[in-house]
């Protein structure tokens, strides 16, 4: 009877132990849960110099970025500059309604699709193939040679450019008229009032400028690769496409990707140099050079219609924001690791 109870009593005394341990863990998880700010504020105050150094670019962004963003309001109304932004009459969508009523919306739309589309798959392939090329080339000075002259067309404003495509298109003076053409018994072309030319003409120039850029881009990330990978390839037997195919190409997909979906948000923004300045702005040309961009632009300038460029604006960029995200969860769904967010 006497050992029954001396363990009763030791049964007791463990469960009062179990539950001082547990009021003890709760309390501390207590103090845990009120000790979250305190810590954020020591981490401010030992990150200080860093927090204050990023200050200025964020004011920037909020600034630019931001509180522009207000200003959409515009494509909702009937701007009437004596009653103001804030005074004029709301309409609603009828800006939109009228945007996408009129044909020029489907012009202006398919060219931005299409001009952009060819920009991303063709950029991407040649830049690619360059880096690779230039990353395979035995002369470091050779290969550095080739992409500085790769690049210094992207430091080009659209307006130089445009001066050396009409040095090559003019009708009267172009070197396409009056060297290249006669030489191969072709007649001379009025560049400038034929629109079936210039989708070619603009992926072309558009490459030229550019793709010195996305190649650097390319080459860094595959100057990164350990070499240790292609010499037991090259050990095993593996050729130079199936190093490209195994190795390169799978190790740099992160930045493939991410490359890629910067520029799929982008495929509602057409470069307004590239289609008003390289063209000359020919009418002429509209049905195959006119996109969302210049149609806002011009809108603009000689209707003096704000509301509907505001309007065509604001789609341009719904429509962005719409495509990236969705390009962002399909990549999720493949890789989650290589997703933007």
Known sequence: MKKALDWDDGEMGEQNMSVTNLSVSLSEVKKRGRGRVPNFLRVMKKYWVFYLMMLPAIIILIINNYIPMLGTVIAFKDINYQKGILGSDWVGFSNFKYLFSTETAWIITRNTLLYNTAFIVLTLFFSLAFAIMFNEMRSRWLSKFHQSAMFLPYFLSWVVVSYLVYGFLSAEHGFMNKTLLPFFGVDPIEWYSQSQYWPGILVIVKLWKEIGYTTVIYMAAIIGIDHEYYEAALIDGASKWKQIRKITLPLISPVIIVMTLLQIGRIF???????????????????????????????????????????AGLVQSVVGFLLIFLANLAVRRISKDDALF
């Open 269 to 311: 923004n057409a470069d307004f140099g590239l289609f008003f300045q390289v063209t000359r702005n020919a009418g002429a040309l509209y049905s195959t050079t006119q996109v969302i961009d210049t149609y806002v632009y011009q809108t603009f300038l000689a209707i003096g219609d704000i509301g509907m460029s505001s309007a």
